[in-house]
């Protein structure tokens, strides 16, 4: 999807194991404004999967080829939980592409052995056919408990997403996040503006990993977003469009 002008790009990398269409309402948000760009990771919404296996390397890999077949030298780049992953592993080698990060409820801690093993136990089940557990057993660690009972058509939304993702994508996507490598030490050289957003009751990567991005890398600025988990973006939609909206002007005047 790529809508709207402008002569800075915001380029948004979604999560796993959903597609560019957890995006839309930023993308509706800024378009009027702002040129949008948003993509689906290989294997995910309409993108087909290639032969290689799925890691963070590939990934940021991708998003290279994929601006310089866009003929993007510099954007702003919003990732989300995994789509953050990429972005971080990408700074370290494509860091001249990027004028500012979005970084979305993310961290750049690798698994530990525990949260590895708990990873390759999910990916027995998925590849078992065990898909539907998958599906709401994930659901329920990334909405907050409140979204889950008060927010059914986001939660819903979600689901959708990941019933279009294929088994073999989402065992490959667990494998790839599982195996990343810490990004923790590189974020010292980050001196582009960045945006940490974070909900407020998020689990996976919890509040406490966006105040180590935060403290580490100078030039950023936190926001917590009350009443969401890890899907901040849809639990929260106006307050981290706010924030959002605000940033990305804040770089149009600079």
């Known amino acids: 999807d790529d809508f709207g002008n402008g002569d800075m790009p915001i380029i948004f990398i979604h999560g796993f194991p959903f597609s560019k269409v957890m995006w839309a309402d930023q993308m509706e948000l800024l378009k009027d404004t702002t040129r949008v760009i948003a993509y689906d990771i290989r294997g995910y919404g309409k993108s087909t999967a290639g032969d290689e296996e799925q890691s963070m390397n590939l990934f940021a890999d991708d998003?290279?080829?994929?601006?310089?077949?866009?003929?993007?030298?510099?954007?702003?780049?919003?990732g989300f939980s995994m789509g953050g992953y990429t972005l971080l592993n990408a700074l370290g080698r494509y860091s001249d592409k990027f004028a500012a990060l979005v970084l979305c409820d993310t961290q750049c801690i690798a698994d530990?052995?525990?949260?590895?093993?708990?990873?390759?136990?999910?990916?027995?089940?998925?590849?078992?056919?065990?898909?539907?557990?998958?599906?709401?057993?994930?659901?329920?660690?990334?909405?907050?408990?409140a979204s889950m009972d008060m927010k059914p058509e986001s939660v819903d939304k979600a689901r959708n997403i990941i019933h279009t993702t294929s088994p073999i994508t989402i065992a490959g996507g667990l494998a790839a996040i599982s195996k990343r490598t810490d990004t923790c030490s590189n974020l010292d050289q980050i001196?582009?503006?960045?945006?940490?957003?974070?909900?407020e009751e998020d689990t996976v990567t919890p509040m406490a990993q966006s105040?180590?991005?935060?403290?580490?890398?100078?030039?950023?600025?936190?926001?917590?977003?009350?009443g969401a988990g890890h899907m901040s973006n849809i639990e929260q939609r106006d307050e981290f469009n706010k924030h959002l909206l605000r940033f990305v002007r804040s770089l149009a005047k600079k």
């Open 112 to 145: 530990s052995p525990e949260v590895k093993d708990k990873r390759n136990e999910i990916i027995a089940g998925v590849k078992a056919g065990k898909m539907n557990d998958f599906t709401e057993t994930f659901l329920a660690a990334v909405f907050c408990p």
């Open 191 to 199: 001196s582009i503006p960045t945006l940490i957003l974070c909900g």
């Open 211 to 226: 105040e180590f991005l935060h403290e580490h890398i100078k030039n950023s600025e936190l926001h917590i977003i009350e």
């Open 63 to 78: 998003l290279s080829d994929f601006m310089d077949a866009l003929q993007i030298e510099k954007a702003i780049i919003c």
